[in-house]
DNA sequence: CCGTTTGGTTCCACATAATGAAACCCAATC
DNA sequence: GATTGGGTTTCATTATGTGGAACCAAACGG
């Protein structure tokens, strides 16, 4: 029999898929992959586990209600245990409750799109947003993922790190030409980073989606660390650029409001 | 201590912890069960484990980005990974995305809160909502949970269940009396939910929150299967039963839509 | 100041829980 | 009635997780 050196790392992109629960969230990201529902063998096949494994971490996680099967169609697709800890997770540890009021009032006021963001390990996750256009309702609801380098958000976050923590988030930046605007090296993006800072908005110019343009500001927190970033967002066939511009004093100010919300807010001390 | 004997399948909600993953899930659970950042210490106290075994778990949890770290005030709260996984979940998983347009109908049809709900191991949990007063804003949220047995759409849902399915259920109630209108035993609730499968509506009298009144109807699945349902909610500083009781066929309505456009659905075909 | 406490991290011998090859089951197919 | 292929179970092997205890650092307090 062969015995094979698995000391991890070999394959997966991540660092160090460390441990037993490390696979089983493997596990639960492939299922989450797919985006519908998928049978047991298709999972296999993707899969670098054996039969039988593949087939214990399924029980076990269908067991914790983060996955549910379908026996009618045999398959697997994500539990609503998920959900339900994601509304804990949405109200404790994103800013979206205390910002909510302000990017509903900046919407009001400008009457476009505005999204809400936070930065979590190199990628920008949006955790609220408003007024919609039902056009592309589809881009950007809470629980979205996009990528830093290439959004609105992402850089005015990224702008506004701290050196080493920009240096890191920017190590974990894919550099994927989504279209052909978007910056294909960290050269390219440092430089307006750099302008982004001197100038305190950011702006999207189709960098991640054709015809989606935005500004977008950072929001900071306490001894100036970005904790998150508005966005206001249109698309190309209904505002310039220019147009954008001219909200950059109602999006800064909705900032300074958020960030002062968020200064004066303490969790209830522990008893 | 609550003793079910029950043979066969699933036992109740998760006194077998299974394997580390499970334990890994307790651990999760534990932060969010606090619904604010927690110190190692506090969570020590409630757990079951010892330091270093707590300390591992957390350190994988993070790691994992199941759960987050912050250094200043040395305290952990959920990740924003579950915020992430969890959009997927709903998108796969619920039936809000098919729905949301009949929802959004109905409340604006009938000018009031409109909850979508499905059931998830014996407890409700809400999907979508339209049209909240901002006065309970704080209600019913998507991904709050809700117990069954005391909620208009739980007791729509449990109504039109399969006899196994329901009985189950039931098992899984802890029939606590949250107001004095809550039903206390699983009998009372029987006969209401005989009457309800006649009817073909449920009413919530103020029996989770004081104050609250809801009408609610199940939405259908192939052959006839429960797969959640809608409700109409409203203050009783507003509305009556009586005034509710008006929206039946607007809601009837919208059920049998959202099971149309359900039945048709199908997820693309397998490659 | 220095001894002590509190809160958190690391070590390491040990036991448990995960692993995966192979056998098995069963329904659909040839 | 044999064969295939998805799915489930078994079981010896060993990687993994476990937790008591030692350790460290910062805050406390006398």
Chains 1, 2 share one sequence.
């Not at 702006?203 to 989606?209: A, K, L, M």
Request: aromatic share 6%; proline share 5%.
């Amino acid at each position: 029999m062969i015995k094979v050196t698995r000391r991890g790392s070999g394959m997966n992109s991540h660092v160090k898929s460390d441990g037993t629960v490390g696979k089983a969230m493997d596990v639960l990201d492939a299922v989450a992959g797919f985006g519908r529902p998928v049978r047991f063998s298709e999972l296999l096949e993707h899969s670098p586990h054996p039969k039988a494994t593949l087939y214990r971490f399924l029980q076990t996680l269908t067991h914790q209600r983060l996955l549910a099967y379908a026996p009618e169609t045999q398959t697997y697709h994500l539990g609503l245990r998920l959900v339900q800890l994601a509304h804990t997770a949405w109200g404790q540890s994103s800013l979206a409750p205390l910002a909510a009021p302000m990017v509903e009032a900046l919407a009001d006021e400008v009457g476009e799109t505005v999204h809400l963001a936070q930065i979590d390990n190199g990628q920008v996750i949006f955790v609220d947003k408003r007024r919609a256009s039902p056009m592309f309702e589809t881009l950007a609801q809470p629980g979205r993922v996009a990528p830093a380098f290439c959004t609105g958000v992402g850089k005015a976050i990224l702008a506004f790190m701290s050196e080493e923590r920009r240096d890191r988030a920017l190590q974990q930046q894919a550099f994927l030409a989504y279209t052909p605007h978007t910056h294909t090296s960290s050269d390219s993006l440092l430089t307006e980073l750099d302008q982004i800072a001197r100038d305190g908005v950011a702006f999207d110019r189709e960098e991640h989606q054709l015809g989606i343009i935005s500004i977008a500001a950072p929001i900071l927190g306490k001894s100036d660390r970005v904790i998150g970033a508005l966005s206001i967002a249109t698309s190309t066939t209904q505002n310039t650029l220019e147009d954008l511009t001219a909200f950059r004093p109602a999006l800064l100010r909705s900032c300074a409001h958020v960030r002062q919300v968020a200064q004066d807010w303490q969790f209830p001390a522990h008893p």
